[in-house]
């Protein structure tokens, strides 16, 4: 059974307490903490807890937190730059699409992107992240083309850029393969790649989704390739919707398994559906979007699913609104996301949180947690400690040097 020495912030009080919990969730939950790998059925049983089981879900992920990255919050200062809203796809939980016929429907000219980039060097971001529509008879070399002139501009800024729909849709677009026109993506400026475009890797649930939706092994197939080139990725999951427990279990070990063959995620980021704008709620019947304890049980089962692969759980701010953030930060993750400076893509859906943190707010709400802030590279390189209100630059902590050991020669 689970005790208090397990955990050394727990006290005696804490001991007898977790002695009322179902005894299968403790014995899971010392798997958890003695490192050891947690089955899908055993993410399910973790996936429906309640109660002191829940308490102590929360408390065992965050100690599993702790040890591998230790009280440091990481953020990153960056600006998403959202291109286009024109789109042929018609995902039933997107409320960001737009008919190029539509009044609101843009394609941003090579002026304004380079605007918003020299706004974000400005403004001290270290990355710009180009995510937009996928235009039905779109140019297959306009991603080429966005990536060169943001490097024209600023060729210090990261490029974390284009998820596997738009790869897939670019690829489709000029009729390369699939390894030249990512290779063709990194000579350009790419230096990352957001892992969105998941949902929830179910072919099954994607279908309920969308139609046109890229298939689960056409997912794998770009993020793989693209890690083996030597470009890392995030990756996510969307949930609140039509999935169910184990869509979620299948979807984390699906993510530990690619990781553990290609060391190539920097991050995981649980995305929760905002439901609000969009065909699946208003005329599907899915559910609103997850609900407080989901989102808590949710990043604290992937801080322990994902335990000794993928150092780094991200709250999104955006879709879980500030407070809610602070809490997940307890329950398991470790990183606040980044400033944004506009954010399109969830607010056409419905949320209403915002489209920009300051670094400033970020330190503080880190610091009201009682954890230390650092401002962070897109790859998890530490690039500046703040210690209550004091900024020191300081070299990168080991435990967030950069996690992906991958190809550097492209081939």
């Not at 829940?54 to 440091?72: N, Y």
């Not at 503080?364 to 530490?382: F, K, V």
């Amino acid at each position: 059974m689970i005790t208090a020495t397990d955990i050394p912030h727990l006290t005696g009080l804490l001991d007898r307490f977790l002695n009322m919990m179902d005894p299968s969730i403790a014995r899971i939950l010392d798997k958890a903490l003695e490192d050891k790998e947690i089955s899908v059925e055993e993410c399910i049983k973790l996936l429906e807890v309640r109660d002191f089981e829940l308490t102590a879900l929360v408390l065992v992920a965050d100690e599993l937190r702790r040890r591998a990255v230790g009280d440091i919050v990481t953020y990153v200062v960056n600006r998403n730059i959202n291109f286009t809203n024109i789109c042929y796809v018609g995902c039933k939980f997107c409320g960001f699409k737009r008919r190029p016929d539509q009044e609101d429907a843009y394609m941003r000219t090579p002026e304004e992107i380079e605007a918003k980039v020299e706004d974000a060097v400005r403004r001290g971001a270290t990355e710009v992240c180009i995510q937009g529509g996928l235009p039905r008879n779109m140019d297959g070399y306009l991603y080429r083309d966005i990536l060169r002139l943001v490097k024209k501009k600023a060729p210090q800024i990261h490029i974390h850029a284009y998820s596997p729909m738009e790869i897939l849709h670019g690829v489709e677009r000029t009729g390369l393969s699939l390894e030249d026109y990512l290779l063709m993506l990194k000579e350009a400026g790419l230096g990352t790649i957001p892992g969105t475009a998941a949902e929830i890797l179910d072919d099954e649930v994607r279908r309920i989704l969308s139609q046109n939706r890229l298939k689960v092994a056409m997912w794998v197939k770009i993020i793989t390739t693209a890690h083996r080139l030597g470009i890392p990725s995030t990756a996510t999951i969307m949930y609140g919707h039509v999935e169910k427990p184990w869509h979620i279990a299948n979807h984390l070990a699906l993510i530990r398994s690619i990781q553990k063959e290609t060391h190539g995620f920097t991050e995981f980021v649980p995305l929760g559906f905002v439901h609000e704008n969009t065909f699946l709620y208003r005329k599907d019947g899915s559910r609103p979007g997850p609900t407080g304890l989901e989102e808590l049980r949710m990043h604290a089962v992937s801080r322990i699913m994902l335990n000794g692969y993928i150092k780094n759980i991200q709250v999104s701010w955006v879709k879980l609104g500030i407070k809610l953030a602070q809490l997940c930060l307890n329950a398991g993750a470790n990183d606040f996301s980044g400033t944004l400076m506009e954010e399109n893509i969830s607010k056409a859906a419905g949320a209403t949180t915002g489209e920009y943190l300051a670094p400033e707010e970020m330190r503080r709400l880190i610091w009201d947690l009682g954890r230390t802030p650092a401002e962070r590279s897109t790859t998890y390189q530490l690039l500046k400690v703040f210690n209550q209100k004091e900024e020191v630059t300081t070299e990168a902590n080991p435990a967030y040097t950069e996690e992906v050991a991958l190809p550097v020669s492209g081939r």
